[in-house]
């Protein structure tokens, strides 16, 4: 009888456990610290892209993204970081499968709307890792929508972001480098208790 009672505690804790973990109750919701700026709140969407936020959370949990920089900015158009080089070169080590329609991923229908936050990558549509970008304008959506990875907006700060494109200088128009790249000093996330396991190419 003992043991009966055992395995049945047992499996109960199993069950609880697996159905703790299934969906999160919650979206996870970043804080972005920006020098000389403030800070940004920014709400995740897993339902849209759940591997680029589970990239996007795992990457915040390690402190991949502290001290690093926005390094390109085009008015109107997208405020974009998230590379350890600085340059718009670099990542993670490591690349994730883009979550968009054009990739064959028809989940994901968050359109790149004013405050959007998305996946920068190369012209080889797996090759996101660590870089993103927010989204300055709704026209943007006409050149973003199914060949990027859309996967939060933001929910706070706004302006903050308003306040970097306005002041900013950029070096070059073509390439939207930066005169002085913007420092992220920090940036944190809060999951709800879920834990988010994220698949690499």
């Given at each position: 009888?003992?043991?009966i009672?055992?395995?049945?505690?047992?499996?109960?804790?199993?069950?609880?456990?697996?159905?703790?973990?299934?969906?999160?109750?919650?979206?996870?919701?970043?804080?972005?610290?920006?020098e000389?700026?403030?800070?940004i709140?920014?709400?995740?969407?897993?339902?849209?892209?759940?591997?680029t936020?589970?990239?996007?959370?795992?990457?915040?949990?390690?402190?991949?993204?502290?001290?690093?920089?926005?390094?390109?900015?085009?008015?109107?158009?997208?405020?974009?970081?998230?590379?350890?080089?600085?340059?718009?070169?670099?990542?993670?080590?490591?690349?994730?499968?883009?979550?968009?329609?054009?990739?064959?991923?028809?989940?994901?229908?968050?359109?790149?709307?004013?405050?959007?936050?998305?996946?920068?990558?190369?012209?080889?549509?797996?090759?996101?890792?660590?870089?993103?970008?927010?989204?300055?304008?709704?026209?943007?959506?006409?050149?973003?929508?199914?060949?990027?990875?859309?996967?939060?907006?933001?929910?706070?700060?706004?302006?903050?972001?308003?306040?970097?494109?306005?002041?900013?200088?950029?070096?070059?128009?073509l390439?939207?480098?930066?005169?002085?790249?913007?420092?992220?000093?920090?940036?944190?996330v809060?999951?709800?208790?879920?834990?988010?396991k994220?698949?690499?190419n």
């Amino acid at each position: 009888m003992k043991k009966i009672f055992i395995l049945l505690f047992l499996t109960l804790i199993i069950i609880t456990g697996c159905n703790k973990n299934e969906e999160p109750e919650k979206n996870p919701i970043v804080t972005m610290k920006i020098e000389n700026y403030g800070s940004i709140k920014i709400e995740l969407y897993p339902e849209y892209a759940p591997n680029t936020v589970a990239n996007f959370v795992n990457l915040i949990l390690d402190g991949f993204y502290d001290g690093l920089t926005f390094h390109r900015l085009v008015p109107g158009f997208v405020l974009q970081g998230g590379d350890p080089n600085g340059d718009g070169t670099g990542g993670p080590g490591y690349t994730i499968k883009g979550e968009f329609k054009q990739n064959g991923y028809s989940k994901n229908t968050l359109s790149h709307t004013t405050g959007v936050i998305s996946m920068a990558r190369s012209n080889s549509y797996d090759s996101a890792g660590s870089q993103f970008f927010i989204v300055l304008s709704d026209s943007a959506t006409y050149s973003l929508d199914n060949l990027y990875a859309g996967f939060g907006k933001v929910i706070e700060g706004m302006d903050i972001i308003k306040e970097i494109e306005d002041n900013e200088d950029v070096l070059d128009d073509l390439t939207g480098s930066l005169k002085e790249n913007i420092v992220i000093t920090k940036m944190t996330v809060d999951t709800f208790g879920y834990e988010y396991k994220v698949e690499k190419n």
